[in-house]
């Protein structure tokens, strides 16, 4: 499998560093565990900058799977990168730190029109959420106050007419407004990574941002 949706070269310079936050480098993480091609260009600008593994936030590398799994996905087998997921959940390994690898076990909190979401605790300003969207569902017309970063895990949504699957990567940056649809007949589950709080257009999702924190 291959993501069809990647990360910029600022990004990956950045996540290389160590220099961002918690939620960031979990997001962009995520991505990479799908995504061989974003890896290879990560471990490179890591030998050209003299960054090693040993300089990333230890919560990203300590979890021995991840490092088993990112070597198989080097490999760029799907039989293997199936191997690297659990057969109980869609989540790769490196949320399985966050979430306990366990989707049912997540603590989900109702933000309307069916959508759910858990905000994994990280440390730092930016904010980590899980979404789990139904299908159908269009999340409402926002702009953002910052950066945000989504990483698809399962189900796909539509954002204009780009179609975003499993293992893409989507940033959005401030001077975007967007209104993602869920399509296909699963519900959506991404991993959302957001600096500033999203910026609704309209009334009511704006009332609903005040209790959800979205
Ligand atoms: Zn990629």
Request: glycine share 10%; with cysteine.
């Amino acid at each position: 499998m291959a993501a069809g949706f990647h990360l910029d070269e600022d990004c990956l310079l950045e996540y290389g560093a160590g220099s961002l936050d918690e939620a960031w480098g979990l997001a962009i993480a995520t991505h990479l565990s799908f995504c061989p091609s974003c890896r290879s260009r990560t471990m490179e600008f890591e030998a050209l900058g003299g960054v090693t593994l040993d300089d990333l936030p230890a919560s990203l590398i300590n979890d021995d799977a991840l490092a088993v799994c990112l070597k198989r996905l080097d490999e760029e087998t799907p039989a293997t990168i199936q191997h690297c997921l659990t057969r109980t959940s869609v989540l790769p390994s490196v949320l399985h730190h966050y979430t306990g690898g366990n989707l049912e076990k997540v603590q989900w909190r109702r933000v309307g029109g069916g959508v759910r979401q858990a905000v994994i605790p990280t440390e730092g300003k930016a904010v980590a959420r899980l979404l789990r969207i139904p299908a159908g569902v269009a999340v409402p017309d926002h702009g953002h106050g910052g950066k945000e970063l989504t990483v698809v895990l399962s189900g796909c949504y539509a954002d204009g007419d780009r179609l975003f699957q499993r293992g893409d990567i989507q940033e959005v940056d401030g001077s975007v407004e967007h209104s993602p649809n869920v399509v296909g007949t699963e519900e959506c589950l991404c991993l959302v990574a957001t600096d500033a709080p999203l910026k609704f257009k309209s009334f009511l999702p704006r009332v609903a941002q005040r209790f959800a924190r979205l």
